[in-house]
């Protein structure tokens, strides 16, 4: 198999017509995934996964035969779903040359590009109140296909939150790459939303790849803002606020405003409604209040 055979987690979630972390999920229940979302050693040892550095973050690629064994998991292919994936099963082998036009990635490529064009309701337009923050220095996502591309044209999509209980009470916060399934979360037993909320984003950009273009989304309004405006009022003037105060969390802003301006690729902050059905948003949620929770 050339590299371009192999499937990145967000092919396998388009292929079977669901989310990477559901794929995750699953294949964890086979046994092929260990630490976080990485292929497990016996995924590796019997030639189902690479782990590919040329791609972001070292994200693990899998074998085509592994939408056969997600099957077995209760994923199927869409193709089999809607009756129309016999001709592609040859004595059980998928996905076989002389049977197929194209590779399992062009054909996963292929539903992403037809996809509708249309922004996302969840999308907030330039020049609303809560913006799409856009810093667009460094590449412009317009290379050559990588695999786990998203249709936003990004090669790194992140969903950032924070939960708290009692403010200030106990906290999580989780962010997830929603195109390989990675996740990092933690929580602290006495802290606030704010902090939550910021850490999140703070640890989500020192997971991403500084030189792969990069999609945060993030139900909160107020690390929107921090980010994209008053941050960088804040630090011209001292660290104070309008009305003199001294910030809250000064060096925790100042720490992510560091991390989002070193990036030298293509960055965007997008708002999500939360709580809204959006899966990236769903899974960040959930992992943030089980770190709460066990704080």
């Known amino acids: 198999m050339t590299r371009t055979d192999w499937l990145a987690t967000s092919d396998l979630a388009l292929a079977c017509g669901t989310d990477p972390h559901t794929i995750i999920r699953h294949l964890s229940q086979l046994g092929l995934v260990g630490a976080g979302s990485a292929a497990s050693d016996m995924a590796l040892r019997h030639d189902l996964a690479i782990t590919d550095g040329d791609y972001a973050s070292e994200q693990s690629l899998w074998h085509p035969d592994v939408i056969t064994l997600l099957a077995a998991t209760g994923l199927e292919r869409v193709e089999d779903r809607n009756g129309v994936g016999d001709d592609l099963l040859d004595d059980g082998a998928l996905f076989d040359e002389e049977l197929v036009t194209l590779s399992p990635i062009e054909r996963?490529?292929?539903?992403?590009?037809?996809a509708p064009a249309t922004a996302p309701d969840n999308v907030v337009p330039a020049g609303s109140d809560f913006p799409v923050a856009a810093k667009q220095s460094g590449t412009d996502?317009?290379?050559?296909?990588?695999?786990?591309?998203?249709?936003y044209g990004f090669?790194?999509?992140?969903a950032t939150d924070g939960a708290c209980s009692g403010?200030?009470?106990?906290g999580g916060w989780a962010w997830v790459d929603?195109?390989?399934?990675?996740t990092g979360s933690g929580g602290s037993r006495r802290t606030t939303n704010n902090i939550m909320e910021l850490t999140a984003m703070l640890e989500a950009l020192r997971y991403a790849d500084n030189d792969r273009s990069l999609l945060l989304r993030a139900d909160s309004q107020y690390v929107i803002n921090v980010?994209?405006?008053w941050g960088p009022g804040w630090r011209r003037k001292g660290w104070k606020k309008a009305d003199g105060k001294p910030v809250a969390n000064q060096q925790l802003v100042?720490?992510?405003?560091e991390a989002y301006e070193a990036r030298t690729a293509k960055t965007r902050i997008d708002w999500v409604r939360g709580h809204d059905g959006d899966a990236g948003n769903e899974e960040a949620d959930r992992l943030a209040v089980i770190e709460r929770d066990r704080a």
Do not use: F, H
């Open 108 to 114: 996963a490529r292929s539903r992403a590009q037809n």
């Open 141 to 151: 996502g317009d290379g050559p296909y990588v695999p786990g591309a998203d249709k």
């Open 155 to 158: 090669d790194q999509v992140i």
């Open 167 to 170: 403010n200030p009470g106990r």
């Open 178 to 182: 929603e195109l390989t399934g990675t």
């Open 227 to 229: 980010v994209t405006k």
């Open 254 to 257: 100042a720490d992510l405003l």
